[in-house]
């Protein structure tokens, strides 16, 4: 079992991250600039690709939306999974959900329902804080 940690430790590592992202923002920003540099060398060549290839790769996106709508219809429909080629078309039943709210309000008159509840494990995210 790990010992509740010292708040002036924990301070102190939020305040090294803080260190640390602004040192990998700093590196990101020069190779950004780096970056742009040398595109600037080969920017009419990429144009000119772009150009001939946009209007191919967007008409075969809107294609394969097409066909993929169409098969998630069909699959829908016919109610199991679907294999072919290198695809499959999974079909998977609505998920179950329950009225959080509702639940407890019906436990508190029912408690012997509570034996079918489970809660996860705590989390921790991390934001970043505006100081204004």
């Keep these: ?25 700093v590196a990101r920003l020069d190779y950004e600039a780096k970056r742009t540099e040398i595109l600037k060398q080969i920017q009419a060549e990429l144009d000119a690709l772009d150009s001939e290839y946009k209007p191919v790769l ?5 294609n394969i939306a097409a066909l993929e709508n169409e098969i998630k219809t069909e699959v829908l429909l016919y109610g199991k999974s679907i294999s072919g080629g290198m695809y499959c078309a999974t079909y998977n039943h609505g998920r179950v959900s329950w009225d959080n709210e509702g639940m407890t309000k019906y436990a ?8 079918f509840r489970k809660q996860g494990q705590p989390i921790v995210s991390l934001r970043v804080v505006s100081k204004n």
Aim: charged fraction near 35%; glycine fraction near 2%.
């Design 108 to 115: 508190a008159a029912h408690p012997d329902v509570l034996q």
């Design 58 to 62: 967007e008409a075969a996106e809107e």
């Design 1 to 25: 079992m790990h010992e509740r940690p010292a708040r002036e430790d924990v301070v102190a590592r939020l305040e090294r991250l803080s260190s640390l992202r602004g040192a990998a923002e």
